[in-house]
C-alpha cells in the first residue's frame, strides 16, 4: 500500500466519515442487503479494504462460519473497521472500533460500505475490476472547522 494509491490522508488531521453511522437508509440497497444477507456486503467491502489479497467470497464464508458457530463475528467484522479508517485517516467515532461493531454492526457495516462507495468504488465488480477501470478511491478532503465561507 503506497502512498500513490489514493488509500493515505497524509494532512495529519482525522477526516470526518462521509456519512453518519446511523445513516443506513440513505442507501436502502445496502442496508436491506445488511440486514438480511450481511455476508455479502462485508465480504464486498473487505475485498476492497484488503486491496484483492483476500476474496469477497472467502471473507464472506469466514463471517458465516464465525457468525454461525460463535456470537463474537463484531471481533471479525471490527478489524476490517479499523483497517479502513487507517487508510483514510478517518475519525475513530462515535467510540472506538470494536464498541462499535459489538453494539451496532449492522449499522457500522452499512457505514463503511457507503464510504468505499462514496469514494468511489462499485462495491458490486471487486477490487481487481475497479483497478482495471481506474477506481483507486478518492481521497475526501478534511473540513476545516469554522473555516470561512460565501
Known amino acids: ?9 497524509n494532512s495529519g488531521n482525522e477526516s470526518p466519515w462521509s456519512s453518519g453511522l ?3 437508509f440513505s442507501d436502502m440497497g445496502s442496508c436491506c442487503c445488511t440486514a438480511w444477507c450481511p455476508c455479502v456486503p462485508f465480504g464486498q467491502a473487505s475485498e476492497i479494504i484488503d486491496e484483492g489479497s483476500t476474496s469477497c467470497f472467502g471473507n464472506g464464508l ?3 462460519l464465525i457468525a454461525t458457530f460463535t456470537p463474537c463475528i463484531c471481533l471479525y467484522t471490527c478489524s476490517y473497521r479499523s483497517r479502513l479508517r487507517k487508510k ?12 462499535v461493531h459489538c453494539w451496532c454492526w449492522s449499522c457500522a457495516m452499512c457505514q ?22 481506474g477506481n483507486k478511491g478518492i481521497e ?3 473540513t476545516v472547522p469554522g473555516q470561512m465561507k460565501r
Open 140 to 142: 475526501i478532503p478534511p
Open 62 to 64: 469466514i463471517f458465516c
Open 112 to 133: 463503511e460500505y457507503r464510504e468505499l462507495q462514496n469514494r468511489g468504488f462499485n462495491m458490486h465488480i471487486g477490487w481487481q475490476e475497479n483497478m482495471q477501470r
Open 22 to 24: 446511523c445513516d443506513c
Open 88 to 99: 483514510y485517516n478517518l475519525k475513530e467515532t462515535p467510540c472506538n472500533d470494536c464498541c
Open 1 to 9: 500500500m503506497g502512498s500513490d494509491d489514493g488509500f493515505l490522508n
